[in-house]
């Protein structure tokens, strides 16, 4: 008798992700005695390496500031809870939206988007940096962990998803993959419903942590309307909360809003189009998967004030200028000798240079800043460039 219980299309919307419509693996693989695919992509990503490191990476705070801050792990938990809520109400592939949730951060430099702005300026002559595309990377060429084939070798729709974004130059190299961002089409709706979730959870959290790391104040965050409703509902129900709990009743009020408003809307235009498979949500001239106009654009005020009032603060800014300046001096200092690099790096840029001259060896520098985690790339800096400065 065979162990799988049901087919893992069972209970699936029409216009779900499903593995029998699925463009499958790069490399052919015999199926699994028990594991769907999309299960198994999921299995695969919190096995790999640069899952593990999402616990020592940060968004905005930096790591050794404090330990309740988010990091990219709890980020990326934070941001498949939000989609595997939603993407079970609607029917949608939870396994797959799972996957593409855990995996969309694996591409992030130390230090958040400090980090990678540093990285990409410095690889400017060399072809550039997107994490969204160093994700991918990662998921496609980095990661060493089997026999036959390089990388992880998922299932394309987990791909698609971990793509959110690409430039057009860079998608004319990616074949069927980087299709879409030439004819302007949409990836399926798990890939969507991740990119949104993802977008929810860091506006939410980031006022979590924000208020906890006293930078923002309740009164500066009463200008926006998502926070100012329900901060004055929890304080009219319970008038003898405690602050600690009064913020995270509030969040907590404001996500399950936002996410009440993003099923109401996305089961509306699901109800309206009625994709009749994926192919059908591909060729949408729009994501069917969205916020209502007015839900959406309170979250847009919500992103605007953070963006001035958190991630434009002075004591951020000072951490954020740290971290390009650690970034760009660790990619000059390997760039000028491989050799202080670990011999694995070291091995693979002259192997690229001899391939593909000073861009080949510029990438190999740029992959191994991009997997370092925070403190790593602190260690590394004070033993490299500056051992005297305290950070
Ligand atoms: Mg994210």
Redesign the pocket.
């Known amino acids: 008798m065979s162990a799988k219980t049901s087919p893992p299309d069972a209970g699936l919307a029409p216009y779900a992700a499903v593995e029998n419509r699925s463009s499958g693996r790069h490399y052919p693989e015999p199926q699994h005695g028990y594991r769907g695919e999309f299960q198994r992509d999921r299995d695969r990503i919190i096995h790999s390496t640069a899952f593990r490191r999402l616990v020592y990476k940060t968004q905005v705070f930096v790591n050794h500031e404090g330990d309740h801050y988010r990091t990219r792990l709890t980020?990326s938990l934070e941001?498949a809870q939000i989609a595997r809520t939603v993407a079970r109400s609607l029917e949608l592939n939870e396994q797959l939206v799972e996957a593409i949730c855990l995996a969309?951060?694996l591409g992030h430099t130390p230090f958040g988007h400090a980090g990678q702005d540093a990285l990409n300026l410095c690889m400017s002559d060399f072809g550039g940096f997107e994490h969204n595309l160093q994700s991918l990377r990662v998921v496609d060429e980095l990661e060493e962990k089997y026999a036959s084939f390089p990388g992880l070798n998922l299932m394309f729709e987990t791909r698609e998803g971990i793509l959110k974004h690409c430039s057009k130059k860079n998608a004319r190299s990616l074949g069927e993959l980087g299709l879409r961002f030439i004819d302007r089409k949409q990836p399926g709706l798990e890939a969507q419903l991740a990119n949104l979730a993802?977008e929810i959870a860091?506006n939410h959290h980031d006022v979590d942590d924000g208020l906890r790391a006293g930078l923002l104040t309740v009164d500066e965050l009463s200008e926006v309307a998502l926070f100012r409703e329900q901060y004055e509902r929890v304080k009219t129900t319970y008038p003898d909360i405690t602050r600690r709990a009064l913020v995270h009743e509030t969040v907590r009020g404001m996500i399950n809003a936002i996410v009440t408003d993003l099923l109401d809307t996305t089961r509306q235009r699901l109800a309206d189009s009625r994709p009749e498979n994926i192919d059908a949500v591909r060729e949408h001239s729009s994501p069917l998967v969205r916020l209502s106009d007015e839900t959406g654009s309170e979250h847009q005020q919500l992103k605007r004030f953070l963006q001035r009032g958190l991630y434009l603060h002075e004591k951020v800014q000072h951490m954020t200028g740290k971290a390009a300046a650690i970034v760009t001096a660790l990619f000059e200092t390997y760039m000028n000798d491989l050799a202080v690099m670990p011999a694995e790096h070291m091995n693979k840029a002259q192997r690229w240079e001899a391939e593909s001259g000073a861009a080949g060896r510029a990438r190999a520098v740029a992959d191994y800043i991009a997997g370092m985690t925070d403190r790593y790339a602190v260690a590394a800096y004070q033993r490299l460039v500056n051992p005297d400065d305290p950070l």
């Open positions: 980020h941001v969309h951060d993802d860091y």
